[in-house]
C-alpha cells in the first residue's frame, strides 16, 4: 500500500531564506507524487506533479521538487521565501485508480 | 475555466438536523471525490466516485452518511442526522480520466459546524 510521511508539522524559515518541506513516500509500484498548497479558507491547490518524466520537476510560484529514488523521497524547495508562501503543505502520492495518498501536512510560517 | 463548485461555503445547524452539502465537478471529468479536513485526523477520503458510479466508500465513518452522483455534473453528500463530531470542512475534488498521475482539483470547502 501506498502512503506518505512529511518531516516537520512546522516549519518557519525567514523571508528571504530557502524553503525545504520534506516528504517520504512508500509505494509498492513506481509512484506518481504531487505536491498541493492550502491556503486559510481554501481548497487545495496543485503546485508540481512528479510522473516520471525528469526527477526535478518545477512547479507554480517558484517551487521545485526533486524525486530521489533511492532515498524514496520528494522534498519540496524554494530558493527564497516569500511572505505569500505562508500556507499549508500537502504531499501525496497516487494510490491508484485516480485515488491519492495524503501526508498529514506542513505548516509553513514565514518570519519577516 | 470553472472550478469545483461548491455549496454551501458555511453551514450552521443543530445537532439531530439533516444536512446536505453539494458539488458541481468540472465540466468533462469522470471522477469525484469527497473528503474531510479535521485538526485531529487531517485529510480524509470518504469516497469517491467514477463516472457517477460510487467505486470506493470504505471511508464513509457510519451509515449516518451517504453520498449520491445523480449525473456527472453533480454530487451531494448527507448526513443525518448530524452530531457535534461531524464538525469539519467538507472538499469535493474531481480528476479527468487517463493515467493515475492526473491531478485532483479541489473546490474551495464546505465548513461545517454542528451545534
Known amino acids: 500500500a501506498q502512503s506518505v510521511t512529511q518531516l516537520g508539522s512546522h516549519v518557519s524559515v525567514s523571508e528571504g531564506a530557502l524553503v525545504l518541506l520534506r516528504c517520504n513516500y512508500s509505494s509498492s509500484v513506481p509512484p506518481y507524487l504531487f505536491w498541493y498548497v492550502q491556503y486559510p479558507n481554501q481548497g487545495l491547490q496543485l503546485l508540481l506533479k512528479?510522473?516520471?518524466?525528469?526527477?526535478l520537476v518545477k512547479g507554480i510560484n517558484g517551487f521545485e521538487a526533486e524525486f530521489k529514488k533511492s532515498e524514496t523521497s520528494f522534498h519540496l524547495t524554494k530558493p527564497s521565501a516569500h511572505m505569500s508562501d505562508a500556507a499549508e503543505y500537502f504531499c501525496a502520492v497516487s494510490g491508484g485508480a485516480q485515488k491519492l495518498v495524503f501526508g498529514q501536512g506542513t505548516r509553513l510560517t514565514i518570519n519577516p | 475555466d470553472a472550478g469545483v463548485i461548491q455549496s454551501p461555503r458555511h453551514e450552521v445547524t443543530e445537532m439531530g438536523q439533516e444536512v446536505t452539502l453539494r458539488c458541481k465537478p468540472i465540466s468533462g471529468h469522470d471522477y469525484l471525490f469527497w473528503y474531510r479536513q479535521t485538526m485531529m485526523r487531517g485529510l480524509e477520503l470518504l469516497i469517491y466516485?467514477?463516472?457517477?458510479?460510487?467505486?470506493?466508500d470504505s471511508g464513509m465513518p457510519e451509515d449516518r452518511f451517504s453520498a449520491k452522483m445523480p449525473n456527472a455534473s453533480f454530487s451531494t453528500l448527507k448526513i443525518q442526522p448530524s452530531e457535534p463530531r461531524d464538525s469539519a470542512v467538507y472538499f469535493c475534488a474531481s480528476s479527468g480520466t487517463g493515467d493515475s498521475n492526473q491531478p485532483q482539483h479541489f473546490g474551495d470547502g464546505t465548513r461545517l459546524s454542528i451545534l
Open positions: 512528479y510522473t516520471s518524466a525528469a526527477t
Open positions: 466516485f467514477n463516472n457517477n458510479v460510487p467505486i470506493d
